[in-house]
C-alpha cells in the first residue's frame, strides 16, 4: 500500500466523528471541486476550511489531524520558525512521493485512492 493510503486510512480510522472528506482527484467526484486545478492537486495536498477557505500543503495535513484530535502530531510543522523548512521538506517531498513511497513501501502508486 502506497505512503498516501497509509496516511489517510490513518486520518480516517481516527476520524470517528466523520468529519474529513477525502476526494481522489482522479475520480468523478472531484468534477465538484471546479475552482482546483488537477495538476496543481497532484503536486500538493489541497482542501477547503469550515470557512471554505482553501488549505494547501502541510497546512491540510496539521488542520486534517487537528479535526480528529492529532494536530499535535503535526503541530511543530506550523510553528514560525520550523515552518519554511518543512513547508521547503514537503515540497521535495511532494515531488518525489512516489520514488519515496516506492522505496519505503514497495509500492509507488495504486489504481485509485480507495481507502480500506
Same mark, same amino acid.
Not at 13 to 40: C, N, R
Not at 100 to 115: A, N, W
Given at each position: 500500500?502506497?505512503?498516501?493510503?497509509?496516511?489517510?486510512?490513518?486520518?480516517?480510522?481516527?476520524?470517528?466523528?466523520? $468529519?474529513?472528506?477525502? $476526494?481522489?482527484?482522479?475520480?468523478?467526484?472531484?468534477?465538484?471541486?471546479?475552482?482546483?486545478?488537477?495538476?496543481?492537486?497532484?503536486?500538493r495536498?489541497?482542501?477547503?476550511?469550515?470557512?471554505?477557505?482553501?488549505?494547501?500543503?502541510?497546512? $491540510?495535513?496539521?488542520?486534517?489531524?487537528?479535526? $480528529?484530535?492529532?494536530?499535535?502530531?503535526?503541530?511543530?510543522?506550523?510553528?514560525?520558525?520550523?515552518?519554511?523548512?518543512?513547508?521547503?521538506?514537503?515540497i521535495?517531498?511532494?515531488?518525489?512521493?512516489y520514488? %519515496?513511497?516506492? %522505496?519505503?513501501?514497495?509500492?509507488?502508486?495504486?489504481?485509485?485512492?480507495?481507502?480500506?
Open positions: 500500500m502506497p505512503l498516501c493510503v497509509k496516511e489517510m486510512t490513518a486520518l480516517k480510522k481516527h476520524d470517528s466523528e466523520d $468529519v474529513i472528506k477525502l $476526494v481522489d482527484i482522479f475520480s468523478d467526484t472531484f468534477l465538484d471541486y471546479p475552482d482546483i486545478d488537477q495538476a496543481s492537486a497532484s503536486e495536498l489541497h482542501a477547503y476550511d469550515k470557512n471554505g477557505a482553501l488549505l494547501l500543503g502541510l497546512d $491540510v495535513t496539521y488542520q486534517a489531524w487537528s479535526l $480528529v484530535g492529532r494536530g499535535h502530531w503535526y503541530a511543530f510543522t506550523r510553528w514560525p520558525l520550523s515552518r519554511p523548512i518543512c513547508d521547503w521538506v514537503y521535495k517531498f511532494a515531488r518525489n512521493r520514488t %519515496i513511497s516506492g %522505496i519505503l513501501t514497495g509500492k509507488k502508486r495504486c489504481d485509485s485512492c480507495r481507502i480500506e
